[in-house]
């Protein structure tokens, strides 16, 4: 058992990618479904939106590449911040992969969302829930992903281009408690 606290060091291993700043997900684990946010020089802004803000997600598939984005809400409800994660379950071992089946239209992932600081300090510890749309299409999406063979093909176009003009090209869903 892992202990995390507000205001401590973080305990789990973050994403390279994530280290100078950005999200990282380690979804459908048999440890559950962590986001993680790593914010250089984290303002009370960007502290509060990730604390309570309104949070929106969704994500883009196409030939196995899957990547997660996320944006973040001022108290003003106005977008603060846009993140994207990539996300391959086929590169998490099949030991560590906890694959949910889809058994009803109101199912509901939870996620843990964990802000870390430029110090690997947690500045905030929140759980939040995908809406059952977005659940059922994320489920649906791993497992054609569990079947694709390609990989990369979509992603490098992907990356190259900023989260906040990615979320224009899919759904993103209001995330609840």
Sequence with gaps: MINIAV???YPLPINASTDEGG??????????NTLQIVLPGMNKSEEQALKKGKMK?????KNGDML????????????????????DIRILPLEQQALHSITNDQQRLVIDVHGIDE?????????????????????????KQLTSNKHNVAMPFWI??????????TKMFTLGL
Excluded at 57 to 61: D, H
Excluded at 119 to 143: D, Y
């Design 68 to 87: 997660w984005l996320f944006r973040l809400y001022d108290r003003k409800n106005k977008p603060l911040l846009t993140l994207d994660a990539p996300f």
């Design 160 to 169: 190259k281009q900023h989260p906040e003009s990615l979320t224009k090209k």
């Design 57 to 61: 997600a969704g994500f883009l598939y």
């Design 119 to 143: 110090n690997r300090i947690v500045r905030t510890l929140r759980a939040i829930t995908l809406p059952n749309e977005l659940t059922i299409l994320f489920l649906s999406s791993v497992q």
């Design 23 to 32: 999200a990282a997900v380690q979804f459908l684990t048999k440890s559950g």
């Design 7 to 9: 205001g401590k060091p």
